[in-house]
């Protein structure tokens, strides 16, 4: 019996040039979510590759990769991010079609001497981590109201859950308001785990939206498999706003919740040698 062939994900040294081209064809700067679509749809990647989960993250195998392969062309100076996590391309590569690839891997090298390649890269900071093993690991009416109140903090009101799920998630109810002017009833779905949520627990969830329903949205402490994303987003059915693990560690961010910002101070050295 012959064995099926592996098929092997690209590593990070793979995506170097991948992410630069993504970024640059985007127009020079691009959120996270773009640049993975647009590497995705470049190197014609199989739903395999794209929805296979990291073992240490929240994130995917995929995401993983090419947030270290971020961190390589940032180290090298060629990309910057905001602190809303978008990624531009620096001037002194703004006329740079094509990236030197062998020049990126020896210069992170170099100012690494002993590169730990199990740490995670630096936009996945070890305290994201543990932040999210926390919520993963909460006990299922803790993990409710959580999930109550950054419902609240993004604006819904008379949030309600229904029931609990199985798999520790839960099911709700809420109203949202925009602009001060229209509301829209909206039904949740929480998923609380480390999987991938397919594309038929999306088609479940929107079947089970009732007339009243406007809108619907799905969380995750997972991933969305590549599916699951276009079946929400399906033109001519009701649309579903997909939230991940990392959506909601960003909203924790956001608003604050469970988290204490701590101000770093460092030493300008440029400014002592050019005063």
Excluded at 98 to 120: G, L
Excluded at 184 to 211: H, M, P, W
Aim: aromatic share 10%.
């Amino acid at each position: 019996m012959r064995t099926k062939k592996k098929i092997l994900s690209p590593t990070r040294e793979d995506l170097i040039a991948p992410t630069y081209n993504a970024i640059k064809e985007l127009g020079g700067s691009a959120s996270i979510n773009e640049i993975t679509d647009k590497v995705v749809k470049d190197l014609k990647l199989p739903d395999k590759i794209v929805d296979e989960p990291h073992c240490n993250s929240q994130c995917t195998e995929l995401e993983y990769q090419l947030a270290w392969s971020r961190t390589y062309l940032k180290k090298f100076g060629a990309i910057v991010n905001s602190a809303r996590g978008i990624w531009r391309i620096t001037p002194a590569f703004a006329g740079i079609d094509n990236i030197d690839v062998d020049a990126v891997k020896k210069s992170f090298r170099d100012k690494n001497s002993r590169p730990n390649y199990t740490e995670p890269p630096e936009e996945l900071e070890p305290w994201k981590l543990e932040l999210s093993d926390i919520i993963k690991n909460m006990n299922p009416f803790a993990f409710e109201r959580l999930t109550q109140r950054l419902l609240r903090e993004c604006g819904f009101s008379q949030v309600s859950v229904t029931k609990k799920t199985s798999d520790g998630g839960i099911d709700g109810f809420g109203k949202l308001k925009i602009g001060g002017i229209f509301t829209y009833n909206v039904a949740f779905q929480c998923k609380r785990y480390s999987g991938s949520v397919a594309a038929s627990e999306i088609r479940d969830f929107r079947g089970s939206l009732t007339k009243n329903i406007e809108k619907g949205i799905f969380i995750t402490t997972g991933n969305f498999t590549r599916q699951a994303i276009e079946e929400a987003s399906n033109v001519g059915k009701q649309q579903i706003d997909l939230i991940d693990g990392s959506d909601f560690i960003d909203k924790l961010i956001e608003f604050q919740i469970g988290i204490n910002a701590k101000t770093i101070y460092e030493v300008d050295r440029n400014y002592f040698e050019k005063i």
